[in-house]
C-alpha cells in the first residue's frame, strides 16, 4: 500500500493542469492506509460520538471495520447512510438552520474523498476564494480586502439564497467530469448526494444541495463556486479600463511648479538664491499636500475587486453606481443561467463606500480623511483617506454577551446602560471551569476582532465579561463581588488554583494580556502557492496503537477496538481504565473486545 502523502502529492502535482484529467481515483479508495489518515485527522471532533441513524459512534473502531468498508468499496455495494436532520438556531436567534448528523463510518470515506478532491483542485483554485481551504480563514480574506480593495466607491454585498442546500446536483457532476475521468469514482460521489436524510423517523430525499453535515460539503461547494469565481475573474478583465486616474487640478499645477523650480535649483550657482528657492520648494509641497493627488470621480478609470468567504462575497467598485447596478444583474444572470442559484435580492446589496458594509461580521468602510504624515525624506504625504477600514461595532458586542447572557441593558436619562449579570446557569460548574469558560469566551470574541481597527473595544467586552465572572462566583459561593475578588486575587489577578494530574498545584488566571490590534491573521497566512500535502501521525498515533494488538488494559494480544470518551473530565476516575485515560490524558483506549464490552456493560474495574 503506497503511503498517503505521496498518493495525494502525486495528484496534486497536476492540480494546477486545467486540462488534466484524473483516472483510477476510486482505486485509492482500496488503500488501507488512507483510512488511517482519515481517521487521526477526524478523531478528535465532538460530533464523532454523536451517533448516525445506524447507532454508530466512533466508539469501537477497529481494523476490521475499516477492512468491512474497504470490502464494500470494492463490490461497489456500498451505500452512504441517510443523515439524522438536527435544528440549531441561526446567529439572529429567530430561524433555526437544519444540521446533519451522518453516521462515522461515511465520515470516514468522505475524508478520504475530501483529501483527494483538496489534492486535485487546491492549486486551480483562485486566489479570491478563502473559505474552507489550507492556511486559509475569514482573517485571510477581510486582510486581503483591506489590501486589495484601497480607495473603492462601492460596495456590493453578496449573498446566494441557501447556498449550501440549492447546489444542483447535475451541474455539480458535470463540472466534476471535467478533470475527473473515472465513472465509479463519480458514482460514489453521487451515492453521496442522493443519500438523503431522516427527520421526525421519515425518510426524505435530496434533490439538491450538498450531504447535510457532510465533510465533503466545504469542498464540493468549493469546487461549485471555482466556476463562479472564474467568471468575475474575466469580467474584472473586461471591467477595468485605463492605467491610472487623472491627476487634481490643485495638485498638478503645485506639482508643475515644484518640478520647474526644482530644475532651476540644480543649475542655480549662486547660495542665496538656492536657499530662497529651496523655501519655496517646500512652501509649494505643503500647497500640494492640500489637494486630492487623483480625481475620485474619473470616467477613464474603472476597477473591480473581489473577495469570497463560501457563499458570502465582496466586490469593491471604482465605477459607477449604474456600473454596479449593471454588475449585479450581470451576476445574477450568470448564477442562474450558470450555475441555478439564486441571489439574494434582501442580502446583496450596494452601499457607498462612506457607509459600512457587511462582511464576515465586520463593518468594513473607505476611510475619509485629508491628514498628512511625513515620508522618511520628511515630507507631507496624504497616506491615511482612500484606505480601507475594518470596525467591531458595539452592536456585535452586545449581541454577543446577550447570547452569553452576560448582561442586561436598562434605559437611564435616555441612555443605555450596560449592566454585567451572573450567569447562574453555570452555578453548578466547579470554580475552575467558571473561569476557563469566562477566558475561552474572551479570547474567542478577541481572537476573531483583533484585526479591527478599533480592536481595543474589546477591552469594554472584556470588562464586562470579568464583572459577570465575579457576580457569577458570588451567586456560586452566596458571598459578594468584594469578597469574591479579596480571596481570590494573587498579585492583582483573580487566579483558581487546582491540582494537576501529578497533583501539583497550579494556577489558572483571568485574561490579562491585552487587546492590542494584529495586523496578520490568527492562525492563517495568505498563500497563493499550493504547499505539498501532508498528513498527520505520530509515534502514538491512533492507528499504531490498533496495529500494536496488545490491549492497553489486560495486555491480551488480539485484534484490538479503541475506546473513546467525549470529555475527559466526564471520567470519575474511579475504575482502572479510567485512572489509565486520566493518566494519560487520552480520550481514547485501545482495548480488546472483551475489555470493551465490560466497559460499556459498567463491569471493567
Not at 427527520?199 to 469542498?219: A, K, L, M, N
Not at 504625504?381 to 449581541?399: N, Q, S
Not at 483573580?494 to 485574561?511: A, E, L, M
Request: charged share 30%; proline share 3%.
Amino acid at each position: 500500500m503506497r503511503n498517503p502523502e505521496k498518493v495525494l502529492n502525486s495528484l496534486a502535482k497536476h492540480s494546477g493542469n486545467s486540462n488534466y484529467k484524473f483516472e483510477r481515483l476510486y482505486k485509492v479508495l482500496f488503500n488501507e492506509e488512507m483510512y488511517y489518515t482519515a481517521y487521526q485527522n477526524i478523531y478528535h471532533k465532538v460530533g464523532n460520538m454523536t451517533a448516525g441513524v445506524d447507532g454508530k459512534t466512533i466508539d469501537g473502531m477497529s481494523i476490521h471495520r475499516i477492512e468491512q468498508l474497504i470490502s464494500t468499496l470494492r463490490n461497489e455495494t456500498y451505500q452512504p447512510n441517510p443523515s439524522r436532520r438536527e435544528y440549531i438556531p441561526k446567529k439572529n436567534g429567530k430561524k433555526k438552520r437544519p444540521l446533519g448528523i451522518p453516521s462515522f463510518d461515511d465520515k470516514l470515506v468522505q475524508e478520504v474523498i475530501r483529501m483527494i478532491l483538496e489534492a486535485i483542485y487546491e492549486g486551480s483554485f483562485e486566489h479570491t476564494s478563502h473559505g474552507f481551504r489550507p492556511k486559509r480563514s475569514c482573517h485571510t480574506a477581510l486582510l486581503g480586502v483591506q489590501q486589495s480593495f484601497t480607495a473603492v466607491r462601492w460596495f456590493i454585498e453578496g449573498d446566494i439564497k441557501g447556498f449550501f442546500d440549492n447546489i444542483n446536483h447535475e451541474v455539480l457532476i458535470g463540472i466534476l467530469k471535467e478533470r475527473i475521468a473515472d465513472e465509479r469514482f463519480i458514482r460514489l460521489i453521487r451515492k453521496f448526494l442522493n443519500a438523503g436524510y431522516v427527520e421526525d423517523w421519515v425518510f426524505r430525499r435530496t434533490y439538491s444541495g450538498t450531504p447535510q453535515g457532510g465533510i465533503i460539503s466545504p469542498v464540493l461547494a468549493n469546487i461549485y463556486l471555482d466556476k463562479f469565481d472564474k467568471y468575475v475573474k474575466e469580467y474584472i478583465k473586461s471591467f477595468n479600463k485605463g492605467e491610472t486616474k487623472r491627476v487634481t487640478r490643485g495638485y498638478g499645477l503645485n506639482e508643475q511648479r515644484r518640478g520647474r523650480l526644482a530644475k532651476k535649483l540644480s543649475e542655480e550657482k549662486d547660495e542665496q538664491v538656492k536657499k530662497q528657492m529651496i523655501v519655496k520648494i517646500k512652501d509649494l509641497i505643503k500647497e500640494r499636500s492640500k489637494y486630492p493627488a487623483y480625481k475620485k470621480v474619473d470616467d477613464g478609470y474603472k476597477r473591480m475587486k473581489y473577495m469570497r468567504y463560501a457563499d458570502d462575497f465582496l466586490i469593491g467598485v471604482i465605477g459607477s453606481k449604474e456600473d454596479c447596478i449593471k454588475m449585479k444583474q450581470d451576476i445574477k444572470d450568470y448564477l442562474n443561467e450558470k450555475l441555478k442559484l439564486e441571489l439574494s435580492e434582501e442580502k446583496t446589496l450596494i452601499t457607498n463606500a462612506k457607509k459600512p458594509a457587511k462582511f464576515l461580521g465586520y463593518d468594513i468602510f473607505v476611510r475619509q480623511s485629508n491628514d498628512t504624515k511625513r515620508d522618511k525624506f520628511g515630507r507631507p504625504v496624504r497616506c491615511f483617506g482612500d484606505k480601507i477600514v475594518l470596525y467591531v461595532t458595539a452592536e456585535v458586542m452586545r449581541k454577543k454577551l446577550t447570547d452569553y447572557k452576560a448582561v442586561t441593558m436598562e434605559v437611564q436619562n435616555g441612555k443605555e446602560v450596560w449592566k454585567p449579570i451572573p450567569r447562574y446557569y453555570m452555578v453548578n460548574l466547579d470554580e475552575l471551569e467558571i473561569i476557563q469558560q469566562y477566558n475561552s469566551e474572551i479570547r474567542g470574541f478577541y481572537n476573531y476582532y483583533s484585526i479591527a481597527n478599533n480592536a481595543s473595544l474589546v477591552q469594554s467586552f472584556s470588562y464586562i465579561m470579568e464583572y459577570s465572572m465575579y457576580k457569577s462566583y458570588a451567586a456560586k459561593n452566596n458571598s459578594s463581588i468584594a469578597k469574591e475578588k479579596t480571596s481570590k486575587c494573587i498579585n492583582g489577578v483573580f487566579t483558581i488554583p487546582y491540582k494537576n494530574k501529578d497533583g501539583k498545584t497550579v494556577y489558572r488566571r483571568f485574561y490579562k494580556d491585552g487587546f492590542k490590534r494584529k495586523k496578520i491573521a490568527c492562525g492563517a497566512n495568505v498563500d497563493n502557492i499550493p504547499e505539498t500535502v501532508t498528513t498527520t501521525g505520530g509515534r502514538n498515533s491512533l492507528m499504531k496503537r490498533l496495529k500494536a494488538e496488545i490491549c492497553e488494559k489486560c495486555g491480551a494480544t488480539e485484534k484490538l477496538e479503541m475506546h473513546h470518551v467525549r470529555k475527559l473530565k466526564d471520567l470519575k476516575g474511579k475504575t482502572e481504565w479510567e485512572k489509565i485515560m486520566v493518566a494519560r490524558r487520552r480520550k481514547t483506549l485501545a482495548v480488546c473486545s472483551k475489555c470493551h464490552d465490560k466497559i460499556h456493560a459498567g463491569k471493567l474495574d
